[in-house]
């Protein structure tokens, strides 16, 4: 009997787990899944039960499975929404209790579920071990780490106001909005998705929220966006990031939509990036980053279409700032901006999504694993470097991994999709 123990229980554990069993069906494989929270499922952006934060991409492309992409939609129309279509967006927490009822529905008697944190995994003559928070071993012969990226960065935020009780670090913590003061001004420090998601928990009567961010810009809206060409451009050394950015510019000046031309662009990100130059990768993630940020990772309409009724309503103000101090006063933090504004919140949110620099993680796991040379960083220190497939380099022990911890080597790799993909690939390499 191969088995296999997957590190992590969110959105990727759950998938690679789910089509491991789909693709070993004679009973020779067992899983053991390895994650601290009770369910499965339901990772950091599936875990809200906030009915207003809602998925950013139509339910019809959602399906567990890349071969039967409305099964979702069929789930949604058995569980109390009988009128849903394929171009919907629900809530995220739905599709998090869709993903954790087929991964149930399929476990059978071949899965051990087990509520500790990995701390270390180590090889042995006959395998692996997985070391556990509680001294705790778990056997395998292959190990899947799905943990997903790191919690929010917080280095742009003065040591002392995150020492303070009014600094929000992390807000997807279960319970972390619920001691905002009713009624005072909000500080939220990002202007992405995650902003977009408590901007609309956090709005209430008579409150102002603040949004800032280097660039003060947000996440586009999903739209209908007319075809444009698909790129055909040479992927040379030395020329790919200006051949990106040339062809963007290209298609905006002959009227298209710059969301279209990230579209077309993004079956290609792969190849684009593995062919791009370690300066080309910095050069994008220094001046380009955001800009395709917010034309590739989109709102819901109904969010973006709130977005902009509490911005013209004063309810949302976003600004083009830093924070460069705060002093916390009783309840109060005055806030000074870049600008020179100053601003008096009763709360700072930390909305500036993922820290996927693996080396700078405070995760036992994560330093072990690198300490003993059994990883190594991404390019760029993003995420964990990796083959094609997904096996982690050096190569020397059969671990992989899929998801956000492949950033480094293919940039795209947060989405649903490709992470479905990768989940299909590997049970398929590891299932066969």
């Known amino acids: 009997m191969t088995r296999v123990a997957v590190v992590g229980a969110g959105a990727a554990g759950t998938l690679v787990a789910l089509h491991l069993l789909r693709r070993e069906a004679s009973g020779a494989l067992h899983l053991t899944v390895i994650d601290p929270d009770r369910g499965t499922g339901p990772g950091v952006p599936y875990r809200t039960t906030d009915p ?5 991409v139509p339910a019809g492309k959602l399906g567990v499975d890349s071969a039967e992409p409305l099964d979702f939609v069929a789930w949604l129309r058995g569980n109390g929404r009988p009128g849903t279509g394929p171009e919907d967006f629900v809530s995220r927490g739905l599709f998090g209790r869709y993903l954790s009822g087929t991964f149930e529905r399929a476990r059978g008697d071949r899965v051990s579920r087990v509520h500790r944190r990995a701390v270390a995994v180590t090889s042995r003559g006959d395998g692996l071990s997985v070391v ?9 012969d292959t190990v899947i780490l799905a943990a997903g990226p790191n ?6 935020a003065p040591a002392h106001l995150r020492d303070s009780g009014r600094f929000i670090r992390d807000p997807w913590r279960p319970g972390a909005l619920e001691d905002i003061p009713e009624g005072g001004d909000v500080l939220l420090v990002g202007t992405g998705l995650t902003m977009a998601d408590l901007a609309r928990s956090l709005r209430g009567s008579g409150r102002t929220l603040h949004a800032i961010s280097r660039s003060g810009l947000l996440p586009r809206a999903h739209g209908s966006y007319s075809a444009v060409p698909v790129p055909t451009f040479a992927m040379d050394h030395g020329q790919v990031l200006e051949r990106s950015v040339r062809y963007v510019q290209d298609v905006m000046a002959q009227g298209g939509d710059a969301c279209a031309a990230v579209d077309a662009l993004r079956p290609h990100v792969g190849a684009l990036w593995s062919a791009m130059t370690a300066g080309e990768r910095e050069v994008f993630l220094r001046k380009y980053r955001r ?10 309409p109904q969010s973006a279409a709130q977005l902009e009724r509490d911005i013209t309503d004063g309810v949302l103000r976003i600004h083009r700032a830093e924070l460069v101090e705060s002093l916390t006063s009783g309840s109060q933090i005055k806030a000074t901006l870049s600008t020179g504004q100053v601003l008096d919140v009763c709360a700072v949110v930390n909305c500036t999504g993922p820290q996927y620099d693996i080396t700078s993680s405070a995760d036992p796991l ?3 694993l690198l300490a003993d040379g059994l990883v190594r960083p991404g390019p760029l220190s993003l995420g964990l470097d990796t083959d094609s497939s997904g096996r982690l380099r050096p190569g020397d022990l059969p671990i992989w991994t899929l998801g956000p911890l492949r950033r480094g080597n293919l940039w795209e790799t947060t989405a649903f999709a490709e992470i479905r993909a990768q989940a299909e690939g590997l049970a398929a390499l590891i299932g066969s």
């Open 52 to 56: 207003r934060h809602l998925l950013n």
């Open 132 to 140: 556990l928070d509680d001294g705790d071993i778990t056997h395998a």
């Open 151 to 156: 919690t929010p960065g917080t280095s742009w």
């Open 291 to 300: 800009l395709w940020d917010i034309h590739r990772h989109r709102l819901a």
């Open 366 to 368: 994560w330093n072990q």
